[in-house]
């Protein structure tokens, strides 16, 4: 069932109510696996087709940075996402809920 519904929530991730993400991560941190995989699901072209004017941009540093996931909803409202600490389907799961309400 948990496999389940980590399908469902990655097969139903949108960006359809999302203006910008801004994604950031060192090179070679080894804390970086939740951004660059956040950044692989919105650049997918099925995911992208959602909303072609939503932002997405990446800041990539040679020094050290907590890898971060910003991201700007259409009304203005933000999330912030400590990459090193949170999983990918746990983004997805937050930025789905908050753009039901939207």
């Given at each position: 069932?948990?496999?389940?519904?980590?399908?469902?929530?990655?097969?139903?991730?949108?960006?359809?109510?999302?203006?910008?993400?801004?994604?950031?991560?060192?090179?070679?941190?080894?804390?970086?696996?939740?951004?660059?995989?956040?950044l692989?699901?919105?650049?997918?072209?099925?995911?992208?087709?959602?909303?072609?004017?939503?932002l997405?941009?990446?800041?990539?540093?040679?020094d050290?940075?907590?890898?971060?996931?910003?991201v700007?909803?259409?009304?203005?409202?933000?999330?912030?996402?400590?990459?090193?600490?949170?999983?990918?389907?746990?983004?997805?799961?937050?930025?789905?809920?908050?753009s039901?309400?939207?």
């Amino acid at each position: 069932a948990v496999l389940g519904d980590t399908m469902a929530a990655l097969r139903g991730f949108s960006l359809a109510k999302i203006s910008n993400i801004r994604i950031a991560f060192a090179t070679f941190d080894s804390r970086v696996t939740s951004a660059r995989d956040f950044l692989c699901r919105v650049t997918a072209s099925g995911v992208r087709e959602t909303n072609p004017k939503c932002l997405v941009s990446t800041v990539i540093s040679g020094d050290p940075c907590e890898p971060s996931v910003d991201v700007t909803f259409s009304d203005g409202s933000e999330m912030h996402f400590d990459a090193a600490d949170t999983k990918v389907l746990d983004m997805v799961a937050q930025i789905n809920n908050k753009s039901r309400t939207l």
